[in-house]
């Protein structure tokens, strides 16, 4: 179904999956893995780095269009994209070598898989 076609009273809440009235259920893993719903950290960090790179590529082409052939400003912009596809190359690389490593010694319900709705 496309999301236009979804009604706002449709999308759950994700705050509601957690009991706030029992503080014993507001562990570190229900805040890492969401509890029962789609919210949770990790999800959280990845639309963060997310928006980072964005923005961060939306500055980069910014600063190229305003260069106006100056090569320093063309290098510091292709520069800036490099360095933003990288860090996100990274943050990605890293989530899959902590998953594997947690997987391997049993840890691997502790490190979420982000959840698609």
Do not use: C, H, W
Request: charged share 10%.
């Amino acid at each position: 179904m496309l999301l236009a076609q979804n009604s706002i009273t449709d999308v759950d809440n994700p705050a509601s999956n957690f009991d706030i009235s029992s503080p014993s259920s507001l562990t570190i893993t229900s805040f890492l893995t969401g509890g029962t719903g789609n919210f949770s950290l990790v999800n959280l960090a990845f639309f963060l780095v997310g928006l980072i790179f964005f923005a961060n590529l939306v500055i980069a082409a910014v600063t190229y269009i305003t260069s106006e052939g100056s090569p320093d400003s063309i290098s510091k912009a292709n520069s800036r994209f490099t360095t933003g596809l990288i860090g996100l190359v990274i943050v990605f690389a890293s989530f899959v070598i902590i998953k594997l490593v947690a997987t391997i010694f049993g840890f691997g319900d502790f490190v979420p898989v982000i959840d698609t709705p």
